[in-house]
């Protein structure tokens, strides 16, 4: 058997999907800005996405969602852009965000910061792993441009309080973006019922294809494009209609909403069951409450068993998982999220993510359950931490001299 | 970037099968305790290096022959990733049946080249190979325990880059003997910077006492004052040639002032030095007369004449003197 728990990363595009896909690449291939029955003929399908996505995502039909090829591309827009519509070309020069964000909001920040002089509030996470509203008012001043949370994290799967956050942004005048990726496709998310102005999102998260994803833009209101060129989508976003990838998200929302309760029970049963069974085993914990967390995720972290190790022992059966720390990534910081949160040290290089889907079975939670303590025995039968003998006097650690 | 970069590399793919082997493995993991060694007569050492809290960890145990010295049996625990277990598990085989003195020879490209599949072909991807440099450490420390001394006391000189063990001396040498002016120059020649990269530029996956960029801007530093030193004892020692140009011009002030100016004066004239400009086969000082000596007959002649061989005589027979 093999077992994907990897879904936070990616996910299998659903064979419907594909099915869907199908007919745009060599039959329906006319790029739909030409004027005869070539281009004219992919009408339907890309009319027939747009109406999923509104729906899914519960959007009015005064709100532009436009189509980008993934939501680094859609998170990258929108900062760069209101940088350019509300900085340079306005009166604010700050932006606020989390400790926590995806590289794509962090990174771009970042240069924001170094090549374009703008301020930037980097907001820390509570024990819980997300930024509460009230911190987000207290750093909101007359010249933020932009608050930028994310929706879900990727990491923990902690669920932010975007509706307190919108509420606050609303009331302060203050634009608000939400990085969606990890939200959309996994739990419900009412455009019409948050004060939201821009949403991200990613279709691949969701069981859709890699390489298409989307802006929201709130009662289409300005924002400079990102991409200049042939005046695509309104004028919103240059560069000839990915005709099947759209056709492949729209599909792929609505599969991922439809019965969307029924689903997320159906996940998180299968979660919960496996979480509970780590749980058992000796010196773990698990970030963050399962209320506040998207139904498909655990953040699991195991004393004495280094994350790599544990994602390699994993492997070998067949199990994929992942790790946001230690010697996975070339600089060998713990996992940041689990230090923002206020995990010590020692945990943060311990930490194992385990993600979910739709189509993960009860057999392959059996199966994970099982080789997960097999592995977690074998590491600590490895393992300096669980060692009996003490060193020799002088032989202790004094401080990290890490190598 | 290049089009190998595009994809980059799989991390775990680049292990060597002995790497994968001894991760899943390991023949020396275990502990040795106290009270059994004591009863063989033997000593135990048992010394530990790094922590949980920084990402890996590792024990070592020593069962020593206080009658010889000699390693007789070597056991460890780690925290860590496969290459840090593997890496613990060759180190421990290297140290059995070595006394403590020959076990503080083993350095961490000891353990990275046994393990090696083939001689050629490395053991880890370079961010790896941190990993055996604290097997390397611990190491030193367990002897240092035994020993009675402390464990710098084995490092004979400074090493900058762990992973390549590259030297502080090394480095100034070899930056000094190429004229080395980039990080890539000094990795290329030397191997430094080349692996975990924490050892460039601070910031890195680690804290260091050195990095290269600083090594690389004072050894630079050190260089353009040593060419000044040699400039300035050629002054010194009327070597002209080696002169640097603010030398060159009081040098050729000091002639005209002490040979040649009176006689202008005398004239109701003057000369000033302009500039000094040095090619391979001459060395043109450009001057400008004054008072009564601009425009005389005698300005591009005779008068010039003994300004030129003067200051051939007492400074280089490269001189050529050009009025303007």
């Not at chain 1, 990897?6 to 659903?14: L, V």
């Not at chain 1, 790029?31 to 339907?44: A, D, E, R, V």
């Not at chain 2, 925290?79 to 961490?108: H, P, R, W, Y």
């Not at chain 2, 004979?156 to 980039?182: H, Y």
Request: net charge negative.
């Amino acid at each position: 058997m093999q077992v994907y728990l990897d879904n936070n990363a990616t996910t299998m595009t659903d064979p419907l999907v594909v099915e869907a896909m199908m007919p745009y690449f060599s039959e329906l291939y006319g790029n739909p800005n030409s004027l005869h029955k070539f281009g004219t003929s992919s009408h339907p399908a890309i009319s027939t996405a747009i109406d999923q996505v509104y729906k899914a995502l519960n959007a009015s039909d005064a709100d532009d969602i436009v189509f980008t090829s993934c939501a680094t591309e859609s998170n990258n827009w929108v900062l760069k852009s209101i940088y350019l519509d509300h900085i340079v070309n306005g009166e604010k020069n700050h932006i606020i965000t989390t400790e926590v964000e995806h590289p794509s909001i962090l990174a771009t920040c970042r240069w924001l910061e170094e090549e374009c002089d703008v301020k930037v509030t980097y907001l820390p996470v509570n024990e819980q792993g997300v930024v509460e509203a009230h911190t987000v008012k207290s750093f909101v001043t007359d010249k933020t441009a932009l608050v930028t949370i994310m929706w879900a994290s990727n990491e923990t799967g902690a669920i932010f309080p975007i509706a307190e956050i919108g509420e606050v942004c609303k009331e302060k005048g203050v634009l608000f973006h939400s990085d969606a990726v990890q939200a959309v496709g996994k739990i419900p998310v009412d455009l019409q019922a948050t004060h939201i102005d821009f949403i991200s999102f990613s279709a691949h998260k969701f069981h859709g294809p890699k390489g298409v994803g989307g802006l929201f833009i709130r009662n289409s209101q300005a924002l400079s494009p990102f991409f200049h060129g042939g005046e695509h989508m309104g004028g919103r976003r240059s560069g000839t209609l990915n005709v099947p990838f759209i056709v492949g998200i729209g599909k792929a929302m609505e599969l991922a909403t439809t019965d969307m309760d029924a689903k997320m029970t159906s996940i998180s049963k299968k979660r919960d069951r496996l979480e509970d069974a780590i749980l058992k085993l000796s010196d773990t914990f698990v970030v963050g409450d399962r209320v506040n967390r998207t139904p498909n995720t655990i953040l699991i972290s195991i004393r004495g068993v280094e994350g790599e190790s544990m994602l390699w022992d994993l492997n070998n059966e067949q199990i994929g998982a992942s790790t946001g720390s230690a010697c996975a990534s070339e600089d060998l910081e713990a996992n940041t999220v689990m230090l923002a949160i206020g995990a010590d040290n020692e945990l943060a290089h311990t930490g194992i993510r385990l993600s979910l889907s739709r189509f993960t079975t009860d057999a392959e939670i059996d199966y994970t359950i099982s080789h997960f303590e097999k592995a977690v025995k074998r590491l600590r039968t490895i393992s300096s931490s669980y060692a009996v003998q003490q060193p020799t006097k002088g032989g202790e650690v004094q401080e990290c001299e890490l190598h | 970037m290049a089009k190998a970069d595009i994809l980059g590399d799989s991390l775990w793919d680049a292990y060597s099968n002995k790497v994968t082997t001894l991760m899943n493995n390991p023949r020396h993991q275990g502990e040795l305790f106290e009270k059994e060694v004591q009863e063989r007569g033997n000593e135990l050492i048992v010394a530990d290096f790094g922590a949980e809290s920084c990402g890996d960890a590792v024990r070592l145990y020593w069962e020593i022959d206080p009658k010889n010295d000699k390693i007789i049996n070597s056991k460890f625990k780690s925290f860590g990733c496969g290459t840090a277990i593997a890496s613990s598990d060759v180190m421990t085989e290297l140290c059995i049946d070595k006394t403590v003195q020959e076990a503080v020879k083993i350095t961490n490209i000891d353990v990275e080249l046994a393990l090696r599949d083939d001689p050629e072909t490395p053991a880890v991807p370079p961010q790896k190979m941190h990993c055996s440099v604290m097997a390397y450490d611990v190491i030193k420390k367990a002897a240092g325990m035994y020993l009675g001394v402390e464990s710098e006391s084995f490092e004979t000189e400074i090493i900058v880059c762990e992973c390549a063990r590259v030297s502080l001396g090394t480095l100034q040498e070899v930056i000094k003997l190429n004229d080395l002016t980039t990080i890539e120059q000094i990795t290329d020649y030397t191997k430094a910077g080349g692996f975990c990269k924490s050892c460039i530029r601070p910031g890195g996956h680690e804290a260091m006492d050195y990095y290269l960029v600083d090594i690389l801007a004072d050894t630079r530093k050190e260089m353009d004052e040593e060419k000044l030193r040699a400039a300035a004892d050629a002054g010194a020692s009327g070597d002209f040639e080696n002169m640097t140009l603010v030398q060159q011009i009081k040098a050729v002030d000091a002639i005209v002032d002490e040979n040649v100016r009176q006689f202008l004066v005398m004239d109701g004239g003057d000369m000033e030095v302009i500039d000094i400009k040095t090619t391979d086969e001459n060395i043109d000082i450009y001057i400008r007369y004054l008072g009564a000596c601009d425009g005389c007959a005698s300005s591009s002649t005779g008068t010039l004449y003994a300004i030129e061989s003067t200051l051939k005589e007492k400074l280089s027979t490269k001189i050529r003197v050009l009025p303007i």
